[in-house]
């Protein structure tokens, strides 16, 4: 089970710190990260963090205001969002990835119930 938890209402160009804990015996062989899902949109790839090497890679729209981390047991990751912007305004899921490609492929183990992220101008 993954649990998602941070959201909440934000200015424009203010921060967020999403965190995502996972539980039972789930166990992601990629890493984990997050999608997002705006309101009468495709649901969007933002973040994921590999579990070997620490790698990490982000879509365009959030890189260099977006940072996806874990802690040392690999049980939460967390999504500081700084700089927010209205077009960041979505409904955020954190997902366990058994596969990623840069080329934008990827595999989905398990999915996280959403939270929502409301940035207002």
């Known amino acids: 089970q993954l649990q998602a938890s941070g959201g909440g209402l934000v200015q424009t160009g203010g921060s967020l710190k999403l965190s995502c804990a996972a539980s039972?015996?789930?166990?992601?062989?990629?890493?984990m990260g997050w999608f997002r899902q705006a309101p009468g949109k495709e649901q969007e790839f933002v973040a994921v963090i590999s579990w070997r090497g620490s790698n990490t890679y982000y879509s365009d729209s959030v890189k260099g205001r977006f940072t996806i981390s874990s802690d040392s047991t690999k049980i939460v990751v967390y999504l500081q969002m700084d700089n927010l912007r209205p077009e960041d305004t979505a409904v955020y899921y954190c997902?366990?990835?058994?596969?990623?490609?840069?080329?934008?492929?990827?595999?989905?183990?398990?999915w996280g119930e959403g939270t929502l992220v409301t940035v207002s101008s």
């Open positions: 039972g015996q789930m166990y992601s062989r990629f890493g």
């Open positions: 997902a366990a990835f058994n596969d990623y490609s840069p080329r934008g492929s990827y595999g989905i183990d398990y």
